[in-house]
């Protein structure tokens, strides 16, 4: 069996979409320290924007992050759709909550919410700082864009709306990417399902913090 | 408990065969005693069908003890009834009471075509097995049984996981409508033994490949299998069977496989 062959299984695509969706969690840590300096004024958090947005290897590895990124979409769109044509006839009668939560059902809904999320997350940040870097009179100074962007009651909703799709999101997902790659055994799976928990909770939080903060001026 | 009777409103799935279309019936009946099987429930409702020139309804049951694996209820929206570690055969009728209405449903997935009312054809689990779900025995004089020795949580792991009635719940409570709960049983029961450790890479692959083949959805770790398997088998199974195929995955052995 070839690795193409060993990859393209049904087992082999959640392997694919548990080595990418760990990759984005790591992503996320990454992310949430660099933007946690917010708290320890503007000079820390341009300093560590700076360092993100022209370091070679940063910058390498964000190449990495967009292919794994939209890897995970187009994967996860796909096993959505084909999932979805499984069962031609539907039930009457659904168990629904009754055998299962509602998060664990919902991953392609709440990716989804997470993608519209990201179009707009990008077009507002990272895609008019890259503009201005390749075409423009060079970096942008973020705190200020984040201070001026979230005095807009809309735009904090949205991102906190944002927060907790992938709240959700998260809460299956650690979990699920270790169950695909084996590790949930039964000495580590009531761990690794707290820490999933723990981390989708301390990240999500931190990270819906950063709008509330500017909008209610605890930074300036 | 006390014993009690009742009347109830059931709404079954009739359908001729697997190109016809199905649709409901609605049957009433009466002075159910609380004591009997849900499937006791249905041959009194036949009974009274047959007395009336209708056709009876067409269900699967074997043993009626829960262990064949062959009665296959959706019942109000739940595989083999309410109960917990149960078989439809299992659900007894002091689940319900006076004047309940209970939906009853075949397992539905587009692998398991209906053959008749609530008959549906689960062969495809059968081809699975076909695939790799064995071990291969030389022939000649029979091995004694306890020559190789077994450490007894493996024993009891792989007993756990050999209670498997192949009965497709599984698969029907499924939003995916994935067969990943019974393929990792079989494979577990198998892998954690002695004998079934030379085969084991190629059986991963080779029953993940027909489980594919059979149209069977992919796993998305939601978890309401193991909630509806009658046996009890868990996700950690599933582990296991993720962990097998790995394993096949970086091992030049399973060459062979597909």
Redesign the interface.
């Known amino acids: 069996?070839s690795?193409k062959?060993?990859f393209s299984?049904?087992?082999?695509?959640?392997?694919q979409m548990s080595l990418t969706g760990i990759f984005l969690i790591l992503f996320l840590i990454v992310h949430c320290y660099i933007n946690a300096q917010i708290w320890f004024g503007e000079d820390a958090f341009l300093t560590a924007a700076h360092f993100m947005g022209t370091n070679v290897v940063i910058r390498t590895i964000e190449i990495g992050l967009f292919a794994f990124l939209i890897l995970h979409i187009v994967q996860g769109l796909s096993?959505w759709a084909?999932?979805s044509?499984?069962?031609?006839?539907?039930?009457?009668?659904?168990?629904?909550s009754?055998?299962?939560p509602w998060y664990?059902?919902s991953?392609g809904l709440l990716g989804t919410l997470i993608l519209l999320f990201l179009i707009i997350h990008l077009s507002k940040f990272w895609g008019p700082n890259r503009f201005a870097q390749t075409f423009g009179s060079g970096e942008l100074n973020l705190y200020e864009l984040m201070k001026e962007e979230f005095q807009n009651v809309v735009i904090v909703v949205i991102y906190l709306l944002g927060c907790f799709a992938l709240a959700w999101h998260l809460v299956?997902g650690v979990?699920?990417s270790m169950?695909?790659?084996?590790?949930?055994?039964?000495r580590y799976?009531t761990m690794i399902k707290n820490v999933g928990v723990a981390f989708s909770i301390i990240v999500t939080v931190i990270f819906a913090l950063m709008p509330i903060s500017f909008y209610m001026h605890w930074v300036n | 408990m006390e014993h009690y009777h009742m009347n109830l409103t059931l709404?079954v799935w009739k359908q001729k065969n697997k190109n016809e279309k199905?649709r409901?019936e609605t049957y009433q009946v009466k002075n159910i005693s609380s004591e009997m099987s849900f499937l006791e429930m249905f041959d009194v409702l036949n009974e009274q069908l047959v007395a009336e020139n209708k056709e009876p309804i067409a269900f699967d049951h074997d043993c009626r003890e829960g262990i064949c694996g062959m009665c296959s209820m959706?019942i109000?929206?739940?595989?083999h009834g309410?109960w917990h570690h149960t078989t439809t055969c299992q659900l007894h009728m002091r689940e319900y009471k006076d004047g309940d209405t209970i939906?009853v449903?075949p397992w539905?997935?587009?692998?398991f075509p209906v053959i008749k009312d609530l008959v549906v054809d689960r062969q495809a689990f059968d081809r699975i097995i076909q695939a790799g779900g064995y071990v291969s025995v030389n022939t000649g004089n029979a091995v004694d049984a306890n020559a190789i020795p077994i450490e007894k949580h493996d024993a009891d792991e792989s007993f756990a996981s050999a209670a498997c009635i192949g009965c497709g719940a599984c698969v029907a409570?499924c939003?995916?409508?994935?067969a990943m709960l019974f393929v990792s049983a079989k494979v577990s029961h198998l892998s954690l033994l002695p004998q079934g450790d030379p085969e084991r890479k190629t059986r991963a692959?080779n029953m993940?490949?027909q489980?594919?083949k059979e149209?069977?959805?992919?796993?998305?770790?939601?978890?309401?299998c193991e909630?509806?398997c009658p046996k009890g088998i868990s996700?950690?199974n599933?582990?296991?069977?993720?962990?097998?195929?790995?394993g096949?995955?970086f091992d030049g052995g399973?060459?062979n496989?597909?």
């Open positions: 069996m690795w062959q060993a299984s049904s087992v082999g695509k959640k392997i096993l084909k999932n044509k499984r069962r031609n006839t539907r039930y009457a009668v659904k168990a629904g009754q055998t299962s664990r059902r991953m299956h979990y699920s169950q695909t790659l084996g590790l949930t055994t039964h799976k | 709404k199905g409901f959706y109000n929206g739940r595989a309410p939906v449903e539905r997935a587009n692998s409570a939003p995916n409508a994935s692959m993940i490949h489980m594919d149209g069977f959805g992919s796993c998305t770790n939601i978890g309401a909630a509806e996700l950690e599933i582990a296991r069977l993720n962990r097998e195929y790995l096949a995955m399973s060459q496989a597909i």
